[in-house]
């Protein structure tokens, strides 16, 4: 899942939160004969600071820099709260944190921008791109901070193990509780996410569930239980139009299945029907 970063996402999102950055880089893009913009090459460690029009200055840590799949640099930011006075190396720790980690394209930082200085992140400061490690690349993450994978995947299966007894027991509830520590020591343990989804389905929570089996999607996209049971809850939800895009692809992805997937994109359709021309 690392990098599956849009990059028109990454621009507007980082333009919103800083207006001037984005009227130059739209200025650039259009203006056919206008100068190259500059660029800062930026790097981890890295404090830029821009002064915005309104004399308040916004600042942002580099906290690592990656590449995108098409090998556009890509920097993982910390964001602090705006103050009045230029920002320094010093002085920002007494800032605020506005956004724990964002990614932005990394040739985003040009004119308007200055580096104030390099210096390595702190454990707090690198906390939200652990984080995201943690949901996206854990074997980096265990990596960068130390963990004894081993030792997390002994927990995790502990939990996991109690989560399916209480399940055959009937106790989704007791269930849901131990699928989720579990994924608090490993989130991307797929079965565990499949599970806990189930659970909440069984127990009429829909959009807890939908939100479980698109988290698995996201880890493994071609799931088959995470695929339908999200196309199942979608129609439970009155969705019925998502749901037959839903069930129409799955009988693409999983033709063995054909059969009872047809079933289901039938009942979809006959809902979606009902809804656009209901009785008078």
């Known amino acids: 899942m690392p990098h599956r970063l849009l990059r028109a996402l990454a621009v507007a999102a980082f333009a919103m939160l800083y207006p001037l950055a984005g009227r130059a880089s739209a200025a650039a893009g ?19 600071a821009q002064k915005g029009e309104d004399g308040i200055w916004h600042s ?12 556009s640099p890509v920097a993982h930011c910390l964001f602090y709260t705006d103050a009045k ?35 390595p992140p702190t454990k707090a400061e690198m906390a939200g791109y652990y984080d995201y ?5 854990f074997p980096r993450y265990a990596k960068l901070t130390g963990l ?50 189930l659970d909440f389905m069984d127990l009429g929570d829909c959009k807890e569930a939908v939100a479980d089996f698109e988290m698995s999607l996201g880890i493994k996209p071609d799931g088959e239980a995470a695929f339908v049971s999200r196309g199942e809850c979608l129609l ?33 359709r006959a809902s979606q029907k009902a809804h656009q021309n209901p009785s008078r």
């Open 236 to 268: 439970r939800m009155g969705k019925s139009k998502e749901a037959a895009t839903v069930f129409a692809e799955a009988i693409r992805r999983f033709p063995a299945r054909k059969a009872d997937l047809q079933k289901s994109l039938d009942q979809a």
């Open 85 to 119: 006075e230029r920002p320094t190396l010093d002085a920002v720790a007494a800032l605020g944190v506005r956004d724990r980690h964002m990614m932005v394209l990394a040739g985003f930082f040009g004119t308007g921008w200055e580096r104030i200085g390099n210096r």
């Open 60 to 71: 942002v840590r580099i906290l690592q820099v990656d590449r995108m799949p098409d090998g």
């Open 148 to 197: 004894d994978e081993q030792a997390v995947a002994r927990v995790a299966n502990e939990h996991y193990a109690k989560a399916v007894a209480l399940d055959d027991k009937g106790d989704k509830r007791g269930a849901i509780i131990e699928y989720s520590i579990a994924l608090d020591s490993y989130p991307m343990f797929v079965e565990a996410i499949d599970n806990r989804g």
């Open 30 to 48: 259009t203006a056919k004969d206008a100068a190259p913009r500059q660029q800062i090459k930026v790097a981890a460690g890295d404090l830029l």
């Open 133 to 137: 490690l943690k949901h996206t690349d």
